[in-house]
């Protein structure tokens, strides 16, 4: 239990990415009308989708224990032999 709280907590740009996923589903769903030969529904469809992969990159990305990017192999190989 602590470990998926402590890996899993949101911070404010995170919870203000899901809050806004939430809200564009909403209206994309509110948005389509069977009969009408509306497509608006669509294009609230596709910024649910964007900003889904987005939240999903940042979640996997962004924090303490995630990925780091460093391209130089001699910090890594000091990083990670034993001392």
Request: charged content about 20%.
């Amino acid at each position: 239990e602590r470990f998926i709280a402590q890996n899993f907590a949101m911070n404010t740009r995170q919870k203000i990415e899901a809050f806004l996923i939430v809200l564009f589903s909403f209206i994309a769903f509110a948005a389509y009308h069977e009969g009408t030969g509306s497509t608006a529904w669509i294009q609230w469809l596709t910024v649910v989708v964007l900003l889904f992969y987005t939240f999903v990159f940042d979640m996997s990305f962004s924090g303490d224990s995630t990925f780091v990017f460093d391209p130089d192999a001699d910090n890594w190989r000091r990083k990670t032999e034993a001392h």
